[in-house]
């Protein structure tokens, strides 16, 4: 079968951010399709399972999913003054769990920003620059110091670790 990680999925989030209007879709709670154009009876009405919408400040997206291998599944973006972050949860027990697990790592993970310098203002006119988004140089991983700790790195990284079902 088809099987996809959790990085996997924030790559992709991140690629539909950078290069698509995927959050003119997303980030709405319901649309109707075809309205003033079908008939009424045709109408097909959009409603978002991504309950942390209008609910957790900042949250605009992204997908909301659930497979029987993969549980109860929720990739979530949101943006907080300039600053944006992507969540991925899988192998939730239920939804609400994974809305309140997904919800926890946007509180954290804004929490951990606020640390850090604030970004850069925008660039305005034509040149953009390179995208808040974009990846970092590709470098060859440093060689850990003798008295590093095992597996240890510089990056901050939030896990969370649901039931399987």
């Not at 997303?26 to 009876?41: D, I, M």
């Not at 919408?53 to 300039?82: H, I, M, P, Q």
């Amino acid at each position: 079968g088809d099987l996809s990680s959790p990085r996997d999925f924030a790559i992709l989030a991140r690629h539909l951010i950078e290069k698509t209007d995927v959050l003119k879709y997303r980030s709405v709670r319901r649309r109707s399709f075809g309205q003033g154009v079908r008939p009424a009876n045709r109408v097909i009405d959009m409603v978002n399972h991504n309950h942390l919408l209008g609910k957790v400040e900042g949250v605009d997206g992204l997908k909301t999913g659930f497979t029987n291998a993969a549980g109860f599944c929720l990739t979530s973006t949101a943006e907080r003054n300039g600053r944006r972050i992507i969540v991925v949860s899988m192998g939730g027990t239920d939804k609400n769990a994974r809305d309140l697990a997904v919800a926890e790592l946007i509180r954290r993970g804004f929490a951990a920003l606020a640390s850090l310098p604030p970004p850069p203002p925008p660039i305005t006119g034509q040149d953009q620059g390179p995208s808040p988004f974009a990846a970092a140089p590709t470098q060859p991983a440093p060689t850990p110091k003798p008295d590093a700790k095992a597996g240890a790195t510089d990056e901050p990284m939030i896990k969370l670790n649901l039931p399987r079902r």
